[in-house]
């Protein structure tokens, strides 16, 4: 068996006492659909932000692919093939779809040229043609970002991920917001995605995750209260009383 | 098809997922829809001020101040950072190369490289300093380095002149065997274009990094710096090139502006940066060649106002309020935004 692509073992972090995140290990083969869900508040994003860099863990360590990144800045990490799609719709909003999406594109190869135009480099522009045709963008390539509708610029949000051709996804809430048809849309764009791409994702939406997701692990009050295949999960006593009913 | 539904929220409206514009992180408008084309632009607009300017020191400061505000733009709409104290490079510039012909030699090219090699080198300082923050703060940082320099200019006699300044800087010679001479008093065409010359090069060269795979980062930075760092890019590093760019192209305009005076100090210099900043916001922050629109039409009104009014700044200022109130997007946006059609970007077919 070779290494899990991203291994998270004994993570923990607090906040003035509180404890956010409580000793959270995580196991990510190659090519899994990975989810972690929870009710509000039991830590999901912050783990997410252990695993990028944005917090310092308090203990634990992250290795991806191979390598140790506990609190590596987020850039590095991104560049080491991590990239992240937001909760919270994060774009840049005056530039065209096309340039959300290239600017990731180039990132690989290209980052800091400055002597010839960006516009000429013909990989770069047809990589992001292909990223637009795969997430269903290319007919609003010239848009401004900020003028799509909701559902378009989450969608976007992700193409602007997917563009630096990661070799792991990290989804915090992809349907947030969405519409039942967006997100049916999305949870089929998601599904598909995990042909080429490992993907590690927070949702809410149990039926999203339940059809989609090889492996669930689920946080309460910031610590791992089980974790296996959805149908288990499903059967779970603890993780029905904490989740699927009343607390939420 | 291209959509060019609303007008970018440069009343500071927050856009969702974005940070509210807050002073020093303006939001630039829409990106330059003429890239190229602004090339040609400033070839007009020098040769209308060639033809039409009556006072030659003035046309040919018109083009040094509009490569000043050109560089400044750089940071201001290209990268969201506002300088409170581009008059440091620009000041810097004049002193290096006003020392060069002074004490070394008469060479054009000689001072002019001294005063951007030099200036590259204190950029990278200063920028490492003042990009360790953001916002308002980085324009606190630049204006306090700016002070800083005015009162170490000011006090060290021995080399900058002090209150004096450096007089007396011998006209600059071009070299190359040819003997000839910049002089704005005698030979104001050959100055004039001698700069025009320089500064389409210069100019030239701010396009192009606009352009350029970093350029491009350098806007995304300003729209999203999260994100951008999400694709992987050191946006500490894209700044700081970016202000070092802006500062060696000031430094290059400053040494530019002591040879057309035969004359350095502490005025008009070290008291420009707000000058140089309302070139800018004048002439409209979504271009390169706004600015230098911004830099002929401020100092036209300069100039001919101070002829009437001892308190020109008063209407200037007046001007300037109107404007930025009425057409945030400068007098450049203003234009492309109301001849729609004629300035709109020929995309390749496809």
């Known amino acids: ?248 | 098809m291209t959509h060019v539904t609303t007008t970018p929220s440069s009343d500071g409206t927050p856009v969702e997922g974005a940070a509210p514009a807050t002073l020093a992180r303006v939001r630039g408008s829409r990106a330059a829809r003429w890239t190229w084309g602004q090339l040609g632009l400033l070839l007009v607009l020098a040769v209308i001020v060639l033809f039409t300017v009556p006072n030659p020191s003035l046309a040919i400061g018109m083009l040094i101040y509009g490569l000043w505000a050109a560089g400044l733009n750089l940071l201001v709409g290209y990268g969201g950072l506002v300088s409170f104290g581009h008059a440091l490079p620009f000041a810097w510039g004049g002193y290096a190369a006003g020392l060069v012909l002074l004490h070394v030699s008469t060479s054009v090219w000689l001072a002019l490289l001294v005063a951007v090699a030099s200036m590259a080198l204190l950029s990278t300082l200063v920028g490492a300093v003042c990009l360790r923050r953001t916002e308002v703060y980085f324009s606190m940082l630049t204006l306090a380095f700016a002070q800083l320099g005015f009162f170490i200019a000011l006090q060290w006699d021995s080399v900058t002149g002090g209150d004096d300044g450096l007089a007396g800087i011998p006209v600059p010679t071009l070299g190359l065997g040819t003997g000839i001479e910049l002089n704005a008093l005698r030979d104001p065409l050959t100055f004039f274009l001698f700069t025009g010359v320089v500064v389409l090069v210069t100019f030239a060269g701010l396009i192009l990094f606009t352009e350029s795979p970093m350029g491009r980062v350098l806007q995304a930075i300003r729209e999203n710096e999260e994100r951008a760092r999400g694709c992987g890019y050191n946006t500490r590093l894209v700044q700081l090139v970016t202000f070092v760019l802006a500062g060696t192209v000031a430094g290059l305009a400053g040494g530019l502006f002591a040879m057309l005076n035969n004359f350095v100090g502490l005025q008009p210099y070290w008291l420009l940066s707000g000058v140089v900043l309302i070139m800018v916001i004048l002439g409209g922050r979504s271009s390169l060649f706004g600015p230098v629109l911004g830099a002929v039409v401020y100092l036209v009104l300069e100039s001919t106002l101070s002829r009437y009014y001892a308190s020109w700044q008063l209407i200037v200022g007046a001007i300037f309020m109107v404007c930025v109130l009425a057409f945030p997007q400068g007098l450049w946006g203003l234009v492309t935004q109301t001849v729609p059609g004629l300035f709109r970007r020929r995309r390749s077919a496809g």
Do not use: C
Request: net charge negative.
């Open chain 1, 1 to 248: 068996m070779s290494e899990p692509i991203l291994l998270a073992e004994g993570l923990d972090r607090s906040f003035g006492g509180i404890h956010a995140v409580n000793d959270v290990s995580l196991e990510i083969p190659e090519g899994s659909l990975h989810a972690i869900i929870g009710p509000n508040g039991s830590g999901k994003t912050t783990l997410f932000n252990l695993i990028t860099g944005h917090t310092r863990p308090s203990a634990g360590r992250v290795r991806f692919a191979g390598q140790d990144i506990t609190g590596m800045p987020y850039s590095k990490v991104a560049r080491k093939g991590l990239a992240k799609s937001y909760q919270i719709t994060t774009v840049f909003p005056l530039l065209t779809v096309f340039e959300n999406v290239r600017i990731a594109a180039q990132a690989a190869e290209h980052s800091y040229v400055f002597w010839r135009p960006a516009d000429r480099i013909k990989s770069v522009v047809r990589h992001t043609e292909q990223v637009l045709e795969r997430i269903g963008l290319a007919h609003e390539r010239d848009t401004i970002a900020s003028n799509l509708s909701h559902g378009d610029q989450r969608r976007l949000d992700l193409a602007i991920a997917l563009a630096t051709s990661p070799r792991l996804l990290l989804l915090d809430e992809p349907t947030a917001g969405m519409s039942p048809t967006e997100t049916a849309a999305t949870v089929k764009l998601v599904e598909e995605l995990n042909a080429d791409v490992t993907i590690l994702m927070i949702e809410h939406k149990m039926d999203v995750i339940l059809s989609i997701a090889d492996r669930i692990t689920v946080l309460h009050q910031g610590e791992k209260l089980f974790e296996g295949a959805p149908a288990e999960v499903k059967s779970h006593p603890r993780v029905q009383e904490v989740y699927l009913t009343g607390s939420l």
